[in-house]
C-alpha cells in the first residue's frame, strides 16, 4: 500500500503565480480531504469530496483557492493567484467509509512559500 | 472558531516517565474522538482514537480518556521514550457529520 501521495514536497512560488497542488488517495478510498496546516490554527479543512463530489468547501478561504477531484485516483488544489499570506503545509487525506469508523491517512503534504 | 483546543503548544518529559497530554471540545455533538502522531516533514500518522460510549482506551503504551461531561480528553503515554517526540494531534467529529475537527498541536520532546 503506497499511501497517500502528494505532490510536490515543495513549491516555492512568488505572488501572483498560480500554484497547483496534487494528490493520489489511497486505492478504493472514497473520501478525500484537503487541510491545511498553520501555527496559529492547527489542521483546519478546506475541502472534502465523497465519491468524488465535493460535499463542503466551506473552509476554502477565498474565490482563489479551487480544488477539484476527476476520478477517485487524483485530486488537485489550486491557488490563483497566490499570495505571501497562503504559505503554510497543504495535506492531503483519504479514507473509507463512514467517517465515525475511519481514521484519516495523511499524504506527506506540501510546503508552500510564497514569497 | 476553535472547536477543539489544544491549550499546551508543548510538553517536555523525562523518558520512562508518563507524558500527558490533554484536549478539550466545545461541541457535545462530537463521538468519535482520535489522536495523531506527527514527525517533521510527515504527514499525522493515526495513533489511537475513543469512541463516546467508551471512557478509556488502551493500546500499548497510549491510553485515551474520555470525561464527556467535561468535554475532555487526554493521552496519556507510559512510558515514554525519546521515539515518541513528535507534534500530537487531537481530533473529533460527530455522527450526523462528516469531517474531523482537529486542534492546533502539543509538542511533545522526551529527554533521554
Known amino acids: 500500500d503506497a499511501g497517500v501521495i502528494q505532490s510536490p514536497r515543495h513549491e516555492v512560488t512568488e505572488m501572483g503565480q498560480e500554484v497547483t497542488l496534487r494528490c493520489k488517495p489511497i486505492?478504493?478510498?472514497?473520501?478525500l480531504f484537503w487541510y491545511r496546516q498553520t501555527m496559529m490554527r492547527g489542521l483546519e479543512l478546506l475541502i472534502y469530496?465523497?465519491?468524488?463530489?465535493?460535499?463542503?468547501d466551506s473552509g476554502m478561504p477565498e474565490d482563489r483557492f479551487s480544488a477539484k477531484m476527476p476520478n477517485a485516483s487524483f485530486s488537485t488544489l489550486k491557488i490563483q493567484p497566490s499570495e505571501p499570506r497562503d504559505s503554510a503545509v497543504y495535506f492531503c487525506?483519504?479514507?473509507?467509509?463512514?467517517?465515525?469508523?475511519?481514521?484519516?491517512?495523511f499524504g506527506n503534504g506540501t510546503r508552500l512559500t510564497v514569497t | 472558531d476553535q472547536q477543539v483546543k489544544q491549550n499546551s503548544p508543548s510538553l517536555s518529559v523525562q523518558e520512562g516517565r508518563i507524558s500527558i497530554l490533554n484536549c478539550d471540545y466545545t461541541?457535545?455533538?462530537?463521538?468519535?474522538f482520535l489522536w495523531y502522531k506527527k514527525y517533521p516533514a510527515e504527514g499525522p500518522t493515526f495513533l489511537i482514537s475513543?469512541?463516546?460510549?467508551?471512557d478509556k482506551n488502551e493500546d500499548g503504551r497510549f491510553t485515551v480518556f474520555l470525561n464527556k461531561s467535561a468535554k475532555h480528553l487526554s493521552l496519556h503515554i507510559v512510558p515514554s521514550q525519546p521515539g515518541d517526540s513528535a507534534v500530537y494531534f487531537c481530533?473529533?467529529?460527530?455522527?450526523?457529520?462528516?469531517?474531523?475537527?482537529f486542534g492546533t498541536g502539543t509538542s511533545l520532546t522526551v529527554i533521554p
Open positions: 487525506a483519504s479514507t473509507l467509509g463512514p467517517i465515525i469508523n475511519s481514521p484519516l491517512h
Open positions: 481530533a473529533a467529529s460527530a455522527d450526523t457529520g462528516n469531517q474531523f475537527y
Open positions: 461541541n457535545s455533538m462530537f463521538d468519535y
Open positions: 486505492s478504493g478510498h472514497n473520501s
Open positions: 475513543i469512541s463516546s460510549i467508551k
Open positions: 469530496f465523497n465519491n468524488n463530489v465535493p460535499i463542503d
